[in-house]
């Protein structure tokens, strides 16, 4: 069965104080390992796709990479705005297009 | 980015009712539609997947005479939640895909069963 962990739970930050975020998986062949961000009351939005390990991705002060068992969202320099949950997806080779998450990691940046 | 709009954000229902919740994509046509429920503090369960013109595929333990899903076009799925009950209280959200591995979300229905 695919499963997807991801640590912390929480995570309380100081403005600009760096960190990373660890999201590990076993999947059945991977198709792609997806982040996005989740305000309150909102919907997931799309931040990154890595499709192989030693990949790495960039966005403003975020950057993802991929290894064949664990993925980590670095964080630099994270502001008040920064605060939100971070949702880990792994999607299965085979067909299906079904995402399995993790529980996410609510991250806190005070100002 | 591609947008997904769900509707309603918000809705409040009697017990024994139904209720309708849209999904709809906005720039691309997709293939593929998935509706989640996500409980506080937990991660997104995957409801159902539907594609376009046939019969949506349920999760394991998901009733599907209970939550009816239709896939009519490109661009519009509906879920609805028939004989609602206050356990069916939650956040339901609806992704779409247009055939690509990337799936964008819509923003969300609240819907709160008294």
């Known amino acids: 069965e695919d499963q997807v962990t991801q640590s912390p739970e929480a995570l309380r930050l100081q403005e600009g104080e760096s960190s990373s975020l660890n999201c590990s998986y076993t999947?059945?062949?991977?198709?792609?390992l997806f982040w996005y961000r989740q305000d309150p009351g909102k919907g997931p939005e799309f931040l990154f796709t890595?499709?192989?390990a030693g990949e790495e991705k960039e966005k403003e002060r975020l950057k993802a990479t991929l290894t064949k068992k664990e993925s980590f969202l670095h964080i630099t320099a994270p502001k008040p705005e920064d605060s939100a949950t971070y949702l880990c997806a792994v999607q299965a080779s085979g067909g299906s297009e079904k995402l399995v998450f993790g529980k996410g990691t609510k991250l806190t940046v005070n100002p | 980015g591609a947008v997904v709009s769900q509707h309603p954000s918000r809705v409040i229902c009697k017990s024994g009712t139904s209720v309708k919740i849209e999904c709809r994509s906005l720039?691309?046509?997709?293939?593929?539609m998935f509706w989640y429920r996500q409980f506080p503090k937990q991660s997104l369960m995957l409801m159902a997947t539907s594609n376009e013109g046939s019969k949506a595929t349920y999760e394991q333990g998901v009733e599907k005479d209970k939550f009816l899903i239709n896939h009519a076009s490109l661009t519009l799925s509906t879920l609805t939640v028939t004989s609602a009950h206050p356990e069916d209280s939650s956040f339901y959200i609806c992704?779409?895909?247009?055939?690509?591995?990337?799936?964008?979300f819509g923003q969300g229905t609240r819907l709160t069963v008294v």
């Open positions: 992704s779409a895909s247009g055939g690509g591995p990337e799936a964008f």
């Open positions: 720039d691309f046509q997709a293939t593929t």
């Open positions: 890595l499709y192989s």
């Open positions: 999947v059945s062949g991977l198709r792609g």
